[in-house]
């Protein structure tokens, strides 16, 4: 059987997610060997743009130049897989989004400066401009599940991600938990994967690897207003890695009536 | 088959590979000479400087290292020390000495992967060091041994490889077992031959010199006498010494329309910054091993070539390995209460404004904060790699227009394709040496938010 053509792309963001295939120094080589690595700027020189059967992408959407490559790229890759919390919901850089702040943001950083190398636009996840076969989140990906995983795509099985939140791998460590020391935890809405490292450090989780698929908002949401946390301060927090996902059923909440009481309190305090 | 279409006067690299961002090469040839050299720089702005607004000083903390994932641990450090400077914190000797400790991790896995994975393969004519594995299979095993060395580190240090959270403000969240250090120390102990050994390899190669021209050189001076990558005063080549409070004055950035980076230029004159420019700058310093390798490999190129800064990474690499058992050791001394010495400590104020700088893997790292009532209100980052920028333009020009010069001018348009190719090459070398973070340095400068 010929190896698969996989290619590795760095949209925007701090590399991180490619940086930890290339921090997995043990099987670095087998990574290379055990496909046909057409494409990878930051680790090889001799790179073809072709048809392809994988395509991994770190970072997020922030130029129109990222745009059309994303849309050139997609007809010639069967399966396109986005790697980090950037590239799935936005990242950081998405953490603003929906306040429709940007331009006023960019001029803050660029002044006034005709600027024409790239227009340049609020951060958004790949998905927001092309379809998206798998999603492997993380700030940045966990060396290990991306081995499992990558082993998994090239023998053409889909990818396997924890769907439970960080707390579960929290009570896997036998940490005593830090919502119960009153601290601003989103272990409970964070998808799992990262082996509850925050957490074991006595550092309450701040949302790296994005939405957990079987999160409880609305609990997390009652439990850190219980806590004596305002709404300003879980909004932040929530807002800091969960890009769009979190911010948009964020809103629902914010609409519910328990929400709308907190508001006027607020504005009352 | 049909010519490709090629613009006869000028030579363009689309995208720089091997290294950790976007950039493309654009030179442009008017009547056979070097009109113009630009380093465009297309990346996506991610307005780091706005995001931090608002934040929490720990918020924050966690907010900057995703600038760059190849230097996060700077980032978080660099943000520490200024919020620490500007809220008025005095952490203690053993929280310092395990900050030393992770940033040395990350000065072992940057400059490994730098020097032998990304720069290497150019002086031996590989793709990439992947490739290179046909002949140099050892080399290439130890390069990656050490840069694993400086991950573990980092993962027992900051809790991860990339963006770990356990350093903050005031300390650190869970501090490392005494065993676990001691393992580090042995192991940095058993690596000192390999780092050896590729200094040796990096030393001996060929190195080009179409692209020499005199710099100016900007490192952080170390408190004490002995060599290091942090303080709070300003060291240049030209003999001046500056406070890190003058940060502005010493960068003053602007903005050029073909890069998303901003630039920086010291009194009007493009610098260097990095592990070239610490060699230069505190090269005398080295003790021991790499007291000795830095006196075998320097010599008057240094200050005119910027390929040397492979070879001071790898003397970088082998001063740390030198200087970890002797900070464990230190770090150990009073092993009962170490945990209790780097345990988290409060703010003793709220508001406050100041600058904190360490020296990155790729140069010195600015971060400038203002807090009020403990939330940040200001915010200014200065990146190596700004500031590299303009010499690197510099350093292309002299390349291009020499080796093009070396051609006995014949027209550009007449290139053979392997002319072509080798012009690129260099070119590209020129680029890759300064082991340029581009993504890092697009998205942070130049703001103080009223």
Redesign the interface.
Known sequence: MSKLKVAFYNLSGCSGCLLSIINCEDSLLDIFNAANVVSFLMAQSNNREEEQDLAFLDGSVTTDEQEEFLLHLRPRTKKVVALGTCACYGGVQAMENAKGTFERRFEKVYGKTPFTIVKAFESKPVDAVIPVDYYIPGCPIDGDLFLYNYARLLKELPVDMPKTPVCRECKWQENECLLLKNQLCLGPVTAGGCKARCPSHNLPCIGCFGPADEANLTSEFNLLKEKGYNFAEIERKLRLFGGTKFINSFRELWKSPAAKNQKTQLRKG | MKEPKVKHQEIRIP?V??????GNILVEIQKDKVKNVKL????????????VI??TPA?AT??V??????C?VSHRYAAIRAFERALGYKVTKETHLLRTLMHYGEMI?SHA?HAF?LAL?DFLNY?????M?DRFAPQVLKA??L??FG?HIMEITT????????P?VGG???TPTVSELMEIKSEAEKLVPDAEELIELMRTLEYPTAMEDGMVFMCLKPPTDKYGFVGDKVLISTGEEAPIERYLELTNER?V????AKRCRYKERPYVVGAIARINLLGERLRGKAGDAFRRCYSLSWIRNPLYNNLAQAIEILFVLEDIPEIIDELVTHKETLSIKTKIQKPPTLTGKNVGAVEAPRGTLYHYYEITRGLVTGANLVIPTTQNLDAIENHLRIAATNLLNTLQSRPIGKLSAEERIEIERIL?MVVRAYDPCI??SV?L???S?S
């Open positions: 995208q590979a091997r290294v950790e961002g976007h465009n720089i297309p990346e996506g702005p991610r307005l780091f400087e706005t995001l608002g934040k918020e966690s907010i290292p995703r600038i760059c994932a190849i996060s896995e992967l994975v393969p793709p990439s060091a992947i490739a594995t990656l041994k840069k694993k991950n809790a991860r490889y990339t963006h770990g959270e356990n903050t650190f969240g869970k903005i329309d073909h890069s998303t590209e993504s890092c998205h400068v130049d703001l938010c």
